[in-house]
T-cell receptor, first 116, second 113 residues
């Protein structure tokens, strides 16, 4: 299996639920990212990990909690979400850290999240 | 002012025509520019990168960069229905002392058979 894999593809959860999104990359990259994509809005960077260390938290509410146990795996733990958090959540990886001109982003297929 | 601006479209072109997608950015110090294509229900995929002023060609795709005007464009020659997708412009901008990839909202392209 190659590329960036995200599970689940679709998730419906209530506002009181706790769930987790999973991302795995098989590209040998050193940086991993969480992006949020909402209708009519640009991709919003949420979190960045370089070599398992979080290097950016883009003012994301604490109801989103990332975890990066190693360079190949990234999780996004969700709890007490709001309906406005419904969106497509995309995981991405790159060879080098964020902003490297020679290190484009490779995206997973995303998790379509609906909060009811 | 938005960091990266694109017309959301949709941009409709007939099959075989040239599609022209435009993007402007606010950070004059930006050095790296990318075009991603995103089919409906799919993830973005990189199709072009450009770093220097001028044109860069790859098959039917040409990226154009004008740093003085803070403008980057993507031309698609001989447009095909399979080119119908949303095209995202991405720019590496300086933010708080470090660099990050910033995306525009994307332009939806429809190629009419």
């Amino acid at each position: 299996e190659t590329g960036v894999t995200q599970t689940p593809r679709h998730l419906v959860m209530g506002m009181t639920n706790k769930k987790s999104l999973k991302c795995e990359q098989h590209l040998g990259h050193n940086a991993m990212y969480w992006y949020k994509q909402s209708a009519k809005k640009p991709l919003e960077l949420m979190f960045v990990y370089n070599f398992k260390e979080q290097t950016e938290n883009n003012s994301v509410p604490s109801r989103f909690s990332p975890e990066c146990p190693n360079s190949s795996h990234l999780f996004l733990h969700l709890h007490t979400l709001q309906p406005e958090d419904s969106a497509l959540y995309l995981c991405a990886s790159s060879q080098d850290g964020a902003g490297s001109r020679n290190s484009p982003l490779h995206f997973g297929n995303g998790t379509r999240l609906t909060v009811t | 002012q938005k960091e990266v601006e694109q017309n959301s479209g949709p941009l409709s072109v007939p099959e075989g025509a040239i599609a022209s997608l435009n993007c402007t950015y606010s950070d004059r110090g930006s050095q790296s520019f990318f075009w991603y294509r995103q089919y409906s229900g799919k993830s973005p995929e990189l199709i072009m990168s450009i770093y220097s002023n001028g044109d860069k060609e790859d098959g039917r795709f040409t990226a154009q960069l004008n740093k003085a005007s803070q403008y980057v464009s993507l031309l698609i020659r001989d447009s095909q229905p399979s080119d119908s997708a949303t095209y995202l412009c991405a720019v590496i901008v300086n933010s708080g002392g470090y660099q990050k990839v910033t995306f525009g909202t994307g332009t939806k392209l429809q190629v009419i058979p």
